[in-house]
Nanobody, 116 residues
Framework: EEQLVESGGGLVQPGESLRLSCVAS????????MSWFRQAPGKGREFVSL???????RYADFAKGRFTISQDNAKSTLYLQMNSLKPEDTAMYYC??????????WGQGTQVTVSS
């Protein structure tokens, strides 16, 4: 059973940065795609970024040039560096793991609020 715990969210001003972390425990060796999603109030959950086991990355258009996904396999930790944050980035950010057998796991989320 895979467990994901996000952290690093908070309240920041526009233009500032945050780094989100997602610590995975359990059968992490069977997971091949790790990704970040977000959900703003009143909106559906949307894709932010993905990294696969080969280190290939993919980003939503709004994240390109501002967000960077990375992982530290030794620490079983996924990161999302977010720079030049905007008020529209305000959302709950979730970590997702796609593992062998198409099993999918989600974390509980970490809140990011961008406001002056």
């Amino acid at each position: 059973e895979e467990q994901l715990v996000e952290s690093g969210g908070g309240l920041v001003q526009p233009g500032e940065s945050l780094r989100l972390s997602c610590v995975a425990s359990g059968s992490t060796s069977s997971c091949h795609d790790m990704s970040w999603f977000r959900q703003a109030p009143g909106k559906g959950r949307e894709f932010v970024s993905l990294i696969d086991t080969a280190g290939r990355t993919r980003y939503a258009d709004f994240a390109k040039g501002r967000f960077t996904i990375s992982q530290d396999n030794a620490k079983s930790t996924l990161y999302l560096q977010m720079n030049s944050l905007k008020p529209e980035d305000t959302a709950m950010y979730y970590c997702k793991a796609l593992c062998a057998g198409s099993r999918t796991y989600w974390g509980q989320g970490t809140q990011v609020t961008v406001s002056s």
